[in-house]
């Protein structure tokens, strides 16, 4: 009864793997298919000699660090002052969730429409306090972090919530036997309430840093990987230069470089929360 399920699920993922893999040792362009030819390691060590994917893979580790980093930590935060509410905890939870459900092409283009050089709000505003209004996307000084703050705003709501979760099943007599004890407030969330939330917080972090080696829609739409290359991400060369271009070979190789990359950074996640189980 299982085997359509697996028949469907390998069509679907290892079908896929396969042709990718195969396709990144070759050369093939959709343009010229009949040119196809295996080149060996070729591809890979033109990515990985290449300027512009070594800038784009230092771009994409420093956002996922600076991303996880602050999605996690806000999300932390709001978690706690969320729980110590003893009123409205259902529309305050509904609010926040807005941001993550809306799609990222949708934020990407909302964002742009507010840091718009002519017209953008966030730039009427700033004359309105006699600030000479700023290019955001287009300096190289404000693109970067522009798209990192856009990242926070949609998805720390998806770390309050795990960690929320991960709130509400701390035992409350543990808080109650630690008062007694004479712990104060830090004590408590330092010796109670992270290592009970430890696991939601450890997910929070492999989660997010898998999505956002992947980051892709919002450079697309905002920066296209500029300006001087200051934006730019791994999804964003594999596009640029492979995808772009109908080099499926070339592009392929690219994907099994990020691939090999999120296994990279998952493993060692998963394997140092086993450790700590």
């Not at 104060?184 to 989660?207: C, K």
Request: include cysteine; hydrophobic fraction near 50%.
């Amino acid at each position: 009864m299982s085997l359509p399920t697996v028949i469907i699920l390998a069509f679907l993922t290892v079908f896929p793997l396969g042709y990718t893999i195969y396709y990144s040792f070759t050369n093939f362009n959709m343009l010229k298919p009949k040119t196809l030819k295996f080149i060996g390691l070729s591809n890979f060590e033109k990515i990985l000699a290449d300027s512009y994917f070594q800038q784009a893979l230092l771009n994409t580790l420093k956002f996922m660090v600076l991303a996880v980093i602050l999605e996690t930590g806000i999300g932390l935060l709001v978690a706690l002052l969320v729980n110590s509410l003893t009123k409205d905890q259902k529309i305050i939870r509904t609010l926040l969730l807005l941001p993550v459900v809306l799609p990222p092409v949708t934020v990407a283009l909302i964002w742009r429409i507010m840091l718009s050089n002519n017209y953008g709000i966030i730039n009427k505003l700033l004359e309105l306090i006699g600030i000479a209004p700023v290019s955001w996307l287009n300096d190289v000084r404000t693109a970067f972090y522009c798209i990192l703050v856009i990242d926070v705003w949609q998805y720390m709501p998806f770390a309050f919530l795990l960690i929320y979760a991960s709130l509400q099943s701390v035992p409350e007599s543990q808080y109650e036997a630690a008062q007694i004890d004479g712990a104060n407030a830090f004590h408590r969330f330092w010796y109670i309430t992270i290592p009970n939330i430890m696991g939601g917080i450890v997910l929070v972090i492999l989660l997010r840093s898998i999505d956002s080696i992947r980051l892709f829609d919002k450079v697309n739409i905002l920066t296209r990987g500029g300006p001087a290359n200051t934006t730019a991400t791994i999804t964003q060369y594999i596009y640029n230069y492979g995808v772009g271009n109908y080099r499926i070979g070339f592009s392929s190789a690219g994907a099994i470089v990020m691939t090999l990359i999120v296994l990279l950074i998952s493993s060692l996640y998963v394997k140092r929360a086993f450790q700590r189980n």
